[in-house]
């Protein structure tokens, strides 16, 4: 993350923009580390892992390689639908993320084979779907691919913005740099000052400030509880708010540093069947991990 405007002088930046050549890998470390420690979950784990290298080789390879970046933030303001279509050059990004990628299921590789198979007019249908968060049942297993090829793009398009001025103030629960939702809330140490929160972005991984202990949903303050899993990571819990009934898993990265947001939000997928049984509706997106409505 980008700290290097609010290390000794004055207050904390108030976004924090992405670093993509340390984003992915570090994920992918995080995923491999969670695999092991959630054998449950461990299968899907290890396949994000597995695209989280890809995208770091991706990010990594030369500049020429690399596609045209679209005004992302520019394309959710004006007509998320339209502009969306000036992003066609991600079908190229898509095919190279998973091309030669073989899984061990079955079911996996069925949606490899319809990635590869894609045309321009299905990715265009399959990032829509992501970014206005209407993913339709049958295309569940593909998006995560498209995820992370977007992410690609958006990635590499945040990280070259000003965190001082990425662009006018939106609603807070909405990425200032590219209008994306936000995964959970991160408390991290900024500077000298421990425990700021900032909301993770699951697009771009942009962080931007957020008040502590204050419904993501209502804004209120009042009826906010935190509740985690027992024998999981005490660093990761989930804010609920009894206002509304939304909840936001929350990340205490200065207990746990090697959390990431969107890997430990899959690994932590029992507390949320824990809370939609209390009935808390969950407000985080995260686009590695979408769920067929109904499931
Ligand atoms: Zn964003
Ligand atoms: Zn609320």
Known sequence: MNLAAGTEAGPPPAILLPKPERLFRQRARRLRDLAASVPGLSGYLLLMAELAERQADIVDAPAS???????????????????????LALTAVLKALVQDFEASSAPVNQTLARIVGASDADVETWVIELRMDQPAPEDSAVLPFVAAALQIELVRWAAERSAENPGDPTEPGLCPVCLGGPVASILRTVGDTP???????????????????????????????????????PAIRAETCDACHVYLKRIDRDKSPGADPLADDIATLSLDVLLNEQGYQRFGFNPLMIIPVGA
């Open 65 to 87: 390689d690399r596609s045209t970046c679209t005004d992302w933030r520019r394309a959710a303001e004006d007509n998320p639908v339209g502009a969306l279509r000036r992003s």
């Open 195 to 233: 425990g700021l929160r900032y909301l993770h972005c699951g697009f771009c991984a942009s962080e931007w400030p957020y008040p502590r202990i204050q419904c993501i949903q209502c804004g209120s303050g009042e009826h906010i509880a935190y509740q985690g899993i027992e024998g999981a990571d």
